[in-house]
Every structure is written in C-alpha cells, then in structure tokens.
T-cell receptor, first 115, second 116 residues
Framework: DARVTQTPRHKVTEMGQEVTMRCQPI?????VFWYRQTMMQGLELLAY????????DSGMPKDRFSAEMPDATLATLKIQPSEPRDSAVYFC?????????????FGPGTRLLVL | DQQVKQNSPSLSVQEGRISILNCDYT??????FLWYKKYPAEGPTFLIS?????DKNEDGRFTVFLNKSAKHLSLHIVPSQPGDSAVYFC???????????????FGQGTILTVHP
C-alpha cells in the first residue's frame, strides 16, 4: 500500500529554533507539494516541485522558510528561525501529473508547535 | 480572496439519509474539481473528482455534481454512514488539459457528522 510518509509527526520547539520537516513521496510520483493547515486559513499551498525542480514557492515566507528536494525520495521543509505564528499542521502531498487528472495524495502531516 | 468557498462549516445528518455538501468557486478558469475527506490526525484522502467536461461523476455512495454556469459543485453521500463523519474539503485546479502545474485551491472544509 503506497503512501506518503512524513517525519516527525509532532514537533514542539522554542521560538528561534530551526525546524526541519521531511517527506517521502510515493515512488514514481513526479510532483510534490507542501501545504500548511491552520484554523484561520484552511489548507494553504506553500511550495511545489515537479521532477525535483521547484516551480512555485510563492506561498512561503521567503525570509524564514525554505523547501528542497535533494533526491526523488526526499523533500524537506525548513523554518529558520521559527516563530509562534508558524504553529500549524504541515502536509506533504505527491502526485503523478496526468492530463485531466490532478489527484494528490497526502501524508499524515507534521504537527508543529512553536512556543 | 477566497476562490473556493464552502459556506457551511458543519452538517449533521442521520444515518441512512443523504448528505449534501456544497462548494462554490469564483475563478472561471478552474476546470478540475476534487473532494477530499479528512479524519482527525490524518492527512486528507482523495475521495472523488470531476472534470469540467462532465456534470456528474459517481463512485459507489458518492456522487459529485458540477454546475459550471452557477460555479457550484456538490457532493452527495447516499446512504450516509457514521464512518463518513469527517471534514470534507472541496478543491479546484486549472488543469488546462494537463499543461498547468497542478496547483489545488482548497475550500475551508465542512465538518460532517453522521448520527447512528
């Protein structure tokens, strides 16, 4: 049963600390997305990769967030320095880009709390 | 500007009855629509989708209807079961025949509760 995995599942940290979240997309998928879920904003797209190349990171605060995909099996989202307003659930999703199909498969999420 | 809106934050339905979840969108460029279901402490899971070339898509107990002129779609669950209790997200994309990059725009979600 192929699925997207994310680590860690939970993270509590103090303001100013670096946070790294990791995602392993489904093998064979060529698109990877990072989303953030908050009560106020719902699901927001932060960044998007296709074939490991970043295509859109307009949803990310550029000064503190960075997203990379060092290889086809790993995507990372870093926050440095973290702030309390970054507290949210961060989801990674992967998909296979096909005409007339946009299905994305989500991981279980990383619940981040910044104190 | 919320391009995809789910105006009902919650919906309560009796087991066995129909659940109807609604979604409105404003961007006429959207041509692909999806519904996701989310349980607590889990990621959203894909439920059903519809392309703008159709007005209905059915998968078992789940049917999605698309009214392009009204920029409205709905998800019907018949019959509803207690296990359907979850948050349902509507999402939209500009697919453009597969040439776009695949960004999904999500609604705020509707909490469905199915009572036994």
């Amino acid at each position: 049963d192929a699925r997207v995995t994310q680590t860690p599942r939970h993270k509590v940290t103090e303001m100013g600390q670096e946070v790294t979240m990791r995602c392993q997309p489904i093998l064979g998928h060529n698109t990877v997305f990072w989303y953030r879920q908050t009560m106020m904003q719902g699901l927001e797209l932060l960044a998007y990769f296709r074939n490991r190349a970043p295509l859109d990171d307009s949803g990310m605060p550029k000064d503190r967030f960075s997203a990379e995909m060092p290889d086809a099996t790993l995507a990372t989202l870093k926050i440095q320095p973290s702030e309390p307003r970054d507290s949210a659930v961060y989801f990674c999703a992967s998909g296979l880009r096909l005409p007339r199909q946009e299905t994305q498969y989500f991981g279980p999420g990383t619940r981040l709390l910044v104190l | 500007d919320q391009q995809v809106k789910q105006n009902s934050p919650s919906l309560s339905v009796q087991e066995g009855r129909i659940s109807i979840l609604n979604c409105d969108y404003t961007n006429s460029m959207f041509d692909y629509f999806l519904w996701y279901k989310k349980y607590p402490a889990e990621g959203p899971t894909f439920l059903i989708s519809i392309s703008s070339i159709k007005d209905k898509n059915e998968d078992g107990r789940f049917t999605v209807f698309l009214n392009k002129s009204a920029k409205h779609l709905s998800l019907h669950i018949v019959p509803s079961q207690p296990g359907d209790s979850a948050v349902y997200f509507c999402a939209a994309a500009i697919n453009a025949g597969g040439t776009s990059y695949g960004k999904l725009t999500f609604g705020q979600g509707t909490i469905l509760t199915v009572h036994p």
